[in-house]
T-cell receptor, first 116, second 107 residues
């Protein structure tokens, strides 16, 4: 069964460092998402991406964050100058159609980011 | 006020019991999703529905669009059903998540 793959599963980084979280969405999917879940809290939307550009982003997704689909298969989330409050589980998701049309989203296993 | 509310927040049950988790939402939606999150953190989609009822094995999901309410039922619960169950809604591209219901089923 096709799946969304995220790497690494766990990353520890020093405050102020840059991190890149990687995702390989399901191959025929067109819509890509990043969500995050701070420990003990609900999952929050960060950004959606379609046709090589951001289609929607949340207030959380400020200039510190960027996304890229560099080679047609990978989908990356870059966090510049990490802060302690960036520590969270980051989930990548993909869907065949837009969520607004009621498309099922498939999630990766997550990357647990710890900023020390 | 949260756009998606779930109840209860925590639920314990004995193996074999019938479980119900409720979800209410306050925004217009195109679909409602029930998701399962295991202790390792991964999220798995259980159901996506926009009307009526869906069944998969021992799991049943219902939605009432007029009342903006959905329920997830687990029949004959089993310890392996222990997980966090999350309700999420989609209106625009993104999903809006509820806070989840932590279910523990004891043998």
């Amino acid at each position: 069964e096709p799946e969304v793959t995220q790497t690494p599963s766990h990353q520890v980084t020093q405050m102020g460092q840059e991190v890149i979280l990687r995702c390989v969405p399901i191959s025929n999917h067109l819509y890509f998402y990043w969500y995050r879940q701070i420990l003990g809290q609900k999952v929050e939307f960060l950004v959606s991406f379609y046709n090589n550009e951001i289609s929607e982003k949340s207030e959380i997704f400020d200039d510190q964050f960027s996304v890229e689909r560099p080679d047609g298969s990978n989908f990356t989330l870059k966090i510049r100058s990490t802060k302690l409050e960036d520590s969270a589980m980051y989930f990548c998701a993909s869907s065949a159609n837009a969520g607004g049309r009621g498309a099922e989203a498939f999630f990766g296993q997550g990357t647990r980011l710890t900023v020390v | 006020k949260n756009e998606v509310e779930q109840s209860p927040q925590n639920l314990t049950a004995q193996e074999g019991e019938f479980i119900t988790i409720n979800c209410s939402y306050s925004v217009g939606i195109s679909a409602l999703h029930w998701l399962q999150q295991h202790p390792g953190g991964g999220i798995v989609s259980l159901f996506m529905l926009s009307s009526g009822k869906k069944k998969h094995g021992r799991l049943i999901a219902t939605i009432n669009i007029q009342e903006k309410h959905s329920s997830l039922h687990i029949t004959a619960s089993h310890p392996r059903d222990s997980a966090v169950y999350i309700c999420a809604v989609s209106g625009t591209d993104k999903l809006i998540f509820g806070t989840g219901t932590r279910l523990q089923v004891f043998p």
